[in-house]
């Protein structure tokens, strides 16, 4: 997939990865044209405001581990960047546990009842596994139980994951628990009591002044300054082969190109549906895997405290079945000088199924209110119901894949299907998990570096991509195109 010297690069969407890999492409010299389908820079990786309220969608601290992000990060941002601790938690039943899982934590907060049957769980758990090594794990419920034992698993794992991933755990891929969750592998354990834990690795994030949309600002100026065409408000709704490139259809009707390649960052259908407006013999097959593709939407309620907040930890997952929410922040943790005192604010995570059945209201109003509600029942907002308001919902569709067995099988199918046809997945949604900032923007220099002709495509997908696919791209390979 080496690009012809000269040519053009179409990237779709100005998230962090379409950024990253426009700012490498344009300052290659190489004609770039970065379409984004918003009116803003950033993806998910946004600040905005209600009233003199700074958000994220979600927190959005950086991990920045030494490398070429971490200098790209700081060079761009300056004296903006800067580090904030990093404190999570589990909440549960009246009481915040440390998070990731802590033994010592779990012991030193529970009574002799919980702690002799979570013990005795975990033992025989342990045990099991060791027995029973020779079978791997069918599904993400096994992999979590067969590591926290029964019980720690009912606590401390199940309620969060249903409520962050849908009833259906049993389907899930084990790869998916395997990347969430935090193995408590028995040397750990024991260290942990010993006093010489070291579960978790990093203790601080990045941030930076204005929030996370400052970073995707400053490198959509790059971009421009590298001479990249930056163009908001310009969704790609299809592309048609033009000689061996690409043409670009805008939603507005605008056709645009040629491209010689495109760097796709939106959803992963979206970019077969592109294609394959153009291959109608093609269209029941690409529709038969995309209907076996599902994820989970988020929403996001914010909230006014109407007072300061209580600032006692970066994010508190909710394990809790009785509070429907799963996850607390306080965006003041992030922030800093008059942005941090100004700050009164909260915010609730949420997720659900998109297309499937909800106990989530659909409605803002009345979900406004069964947060409020909600969360008054939480140690330190007790007065939230009667003081606090709410100051808007933010919902956003596929937030997360559900790695389920129908979806691992059309994904094999699919992403061969992109790549022969020449378009490079790569961040968030072209690909099939997790990705934070700092990995996206990696994906994004990979993708450009494929067409730049000093990469190879696989070196893209093996960022980000669960290890099935992994297998099955290093067969596609650099010659897709
Ligand atoms: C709740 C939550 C919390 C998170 N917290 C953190 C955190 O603390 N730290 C961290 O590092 N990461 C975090 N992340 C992950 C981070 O948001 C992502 O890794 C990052 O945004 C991925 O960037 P991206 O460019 O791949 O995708 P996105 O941010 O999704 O950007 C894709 C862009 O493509 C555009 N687009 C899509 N389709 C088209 C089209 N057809 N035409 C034109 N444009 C299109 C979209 O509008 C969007 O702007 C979090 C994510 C979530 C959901």
């Known amino acids: 997939m080496t690009g012809v010297p000269g040519g053009q690069t179409l990237v779709v969407g100005a ?12 300052a290659a010299g190489r004609p770039t044209v970065l379409a984004e389908a918003k009116e803003y820079v950033g993806g998910l990786a946004t600040t905005f405001t209600f009233g003199d309220q700074l958000f994220d969608v979600g927190p959005h601290g950086l991990s920045l581990r030494p490398g070429e992000i971490r200098d ?5 941002l300056g004296n903006r960047l800067y580090t904030v601790p990093l404190v999570r938690r589990m909440y549960r039943d009246g009481t915040f546990y440390e998070h990731p899982f802590s033994a010592p934590d779990f012991w030193a907060r529970s009574g002799w009842g919980e702690r002799l049957r979570a013990s005795a769980d975990y033992l025989f758990a342990r ?3 060791f027995v029973r090594a020779a079978r791997p794990e069918r599904s993400f419920e096994e992999w979590a139980a067969r590591r926290y034992g029964t019980y720690l698993y009912d606590y401390y794992i199940r309620s969060y994951s249903v409520k962050s991933w849908g009833p259906r755990l049993q389907q899930l891929s084990p790869l998916w628990a395997e990347q969430r969750l935090y193995d408590p592998r028995p040397a750990a354990v024991l260290a942990a009591f010993l006093g010489r834990g070291n579960k978790t690795t990093e203790q601080v994030q990045h941030y930076c002044d204005g929030g996370i949309g400052t970073l995707a600002g400053a490198l959509a100026e790059r971009c421009t300054h590298a001479g990249a065409a930056v163009r908001l408000g310009t969704k790609v709704e299809a592309l048609r082969r033009s000689g061996s490139g690409w043409e670009a259809q805008f939603a507005s009707g605008e056709v645009s190109g040629a491209y010689d390649e495109v760097i796709w960052t939106g959803p992963l259908e979206d970019a077969a549906r592109s294609i394959v407006a153009s291959q109608p013999e093609r269209q029941r097959t690409v529709d038969s895997w995309l209907q076996k593709l599902r994820y989970r939407g988020a929403i996001f309620v914010y909230i006014d405290l109407d007072r300061p907040p209580n600032l006692t930890f970066t994010s508190c997952y909710v394990a809790d079945p009785k509070l429907p929410f799963c996850r607390i922040y306080e965006p003041a943790w992030y922030l800093r000088g008059d942005e941090r005192a100004r700050s009164r604010a909260l915010c609730l995570e949420y997720h659900a199924e ?3 059945e909800s106990t989530i209201p659909g409605d803002d109003g009345e979900l406004a209110e069964m947060s409020l509600a909600a969360l008054s029942r939480v140690p330190g907002y007790q007065n939230v119901a ?6 808007g919902v933010i919902r956003v569709d596929k937030h997360y ?3 389920d067995e129908p979806a691992v099988s059309a994904l094999a199918e699919l992403l061969p ?9 790569a961040g968030r949604a072209g690909l099939f998990r997790y990705v934070n900032i700092d990995v996206a923007m990696e994906m994004g220099l990979r993708a450009a570096d494929t067409v730049l002709g000093v990469g190879t495509f696989d070196s893209v997908n093996s960022l980000g991509m669960e290890r099935a696919f992994r ?10 195109s």
């Open 127 to 129: 045990g099991s596994r």
């Open 417 to 425: 299907y992109l790549t022969s046809n020449g378009v490079i997945p």
């Open 386 to 391: 009667r003081r606090g308001k709410c100051l």
């Open 72 to 76: 790209l990060v700081s060079e761009v």
């Open 401 to 403: 894949p559900l790695l």
């Open 15 to 26: 998230g962090p990865t379409g950024l990253t890999a426009a700012l490498r492409l344009a």
């Open 354 to 356: 998109e297309g499937g």
């Open 471 to 480: 297998e099955a791209l290093v067969r596609v390979g650099p010659s897709a």
